[in-house]
């Protein structure tokens, strides 16, 4: 799996020193359409640091369960899948940014990028997300991926799993309405006929198995900062997330001051 955007350490002038500011590592989670990509690569922009999307590398797992006809529920089956498959992130270009890609997704070498972004492959990624065998192998390379920090990552067991010791947790959350009729937005623009209550009742049906699965459910960590961007654009929730990492950078660096 490749990274975005990674630098380890920034220098910033201070008194005349260069001081090593730490470079944290942040967990975002949150439920479908809270805004999660979207603030996560912002955060990531304004930083300096490395996105990482999660989701996308179950989606492009699921992707490849549906177009291999395996069962959703064979669970062998699936974990070794999840250990032959290699799945890459990359940084959009211009026009795919343009295009409302977040980033690039490829699949075996295969650029899949819109492809995961329908309604099965939601489904079928939150399905398969359910088997523990599958997790282990995409959380350790989530983890391979975060290693050395500087690098925002979501999804949904990012600071309860994957990084429980992140500097910055986040867990942000929008009103079920609001997320549904953002990604009734979305399918609209991408020409999709699908209705504001079947988008409603998909994002439902899915963060309901989220929440309620066995392994790494959906759950807000007890040190997460709780941010409801319902009435918040982007902009401003990337904003807020990158004020509280200054903060955090601070302590960290005042911290390693005193010691
Ligand atoms: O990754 P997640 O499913 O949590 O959400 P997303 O894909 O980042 O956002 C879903 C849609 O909501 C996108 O079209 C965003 O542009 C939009 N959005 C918004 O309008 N206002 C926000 N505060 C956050 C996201
Ligand atoms: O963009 P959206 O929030 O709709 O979904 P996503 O982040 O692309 O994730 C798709 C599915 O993958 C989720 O519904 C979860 O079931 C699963 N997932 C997970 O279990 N753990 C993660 N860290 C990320 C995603």
Not at 58 to 70: G, S, T
Not at 115 to 132: C, D, K, M, N, Y
Not at 219 to 227: E, F, I
């Amino acid at each position: 799996m490749q990274l975005l955007n990674h630098s380890r350490e920034m220098h910033t002038a201070k008194s005349g020193c260069a001081t090593k500011m730490p470079k944290l590592t942040i967990a975002i989670d949150g439920p479908a359409g809270s805004g999660k990509s979207s603030v996560a690569r912002r955060v990531a922009a304004m930083l300096g640091y490395s996105y990482l999307d999660s989701g996308a590398m179950y989606r492009a797992l699921a992707l490849k369960a549906l177009r291999h006809q395996v069962a959703l529920d064979n669970e062998s089956r699936l974990a070794e899948l999840a250990k032959e498959t290699h799945i890459e992130l990359k940084a959009p270009n211009a026009e795919q940014e343009a295009a409302g890609a977040k980033n690039c997704v490829f699949l075996d070498g295969a650029d899949v990028t819109v492809e995961i972004r329908t309604g099965e492959v939601a489904q079928a990624a939150s399905r398969l997300a359910t088997i523990a065998k599958v997790r282990q192998v995409l959380v350790a390379e989530q983890q391979r991926g975060g290693a050395g920090g500087g690098v925002v990552m979501e999804g949904r067991d990012i600071g309860t799993v994957v990084f429980p010791r992140a500097e910055l947790k986040i867990f942000l959350d929008a009103s079920p309405e609001e997320r549904a009729e953002r990604r009734w937005k979305e399918h609209q623009e991408k020409g999709e006929r699908l209705t504001l209550p079947e988008v409603f009742d998909e994002v439902i049906e899915r963060d309901k198995r989220d929440r309620e699965r066995k392994v790494s459910p959906l759950v807000r960590a007890a040190d997460a900062v709780l941010v409801d961007n319902t009435a918040m654009g982007i902009e401003e929730t990337a904003r807020l997330i990158v004020m509280l990492a200054r903060e955090r950078e601070k302590e960290l660096t005042n911290i390693g001051r005193a010691r």
